[in-house]
Nanobody, 126 residues
Framework: QVQVVESGGGLVQAGGSLRLSCTAS????????LGWFRQSPGKGREGISC????????YYADSVKGRFTISRDNAKNTLYLQMNSLKAEDTAMYYC???????????????????WGQGTQVTVSS
């Protein structure tokens, strides 16, 4: 059973920063494309940033481009999301995902294949 666990969420003022972390119990962690998705109340889950297995390909949604940075440490089986200049509209539940599709223009879950964490709440007060 693969376990995906996020951490690092919390309450922060607008303009502040948070760093999310995600660990996954995958035997070949480095072979998986990974991503961060978020969901706000009443909205669907959207892929905001993904990274290829080797780290050469990254994707950022327009809403976070220039403010968020995705990175991975394969030696530690860990994925990160550095979030700067946070806005109230960034408030959401953030989910880590393993086994995703990623290109320069798209980031998406793969039906029946993507592993999900339980999510970590990020709340940005204005």
């Amino acid at each position: 059973q693969v376990q995906v666990v996020e951490s690092g969420g919390g309450l922060v003022q607008a303009g502040g920063s948070l760093r999310l972390s995600c660990t996954a119990s995958l035997l070949a962690f480095g072979n998986y494309a990974l991503g961060w998705f978020r969901q706000s109340p009443g909205k669907g889950r959207e892929g905001i940033s993904c990274i290829s297995s080797g780290g050469r390909i990254t994707y950022y949604a327009d809403s976070v481009k220039g403010r968020f940075t995705i990175s991975r440490d394969n030696a530690k089986n860990t994925l990160y999301l550095q979030m700067n200049s946070l806005k109230a509209e960034d408030t959401a539940m953030y989910y880590c995902a393993a086994y995703v599709g990623v290109s320069g223009t798209r980031c998406y879950a793969v039906e029946s294949r993507t592993y999900w964490g339980q999510g970590t709440q990020v709340t940005v007060s204005s």
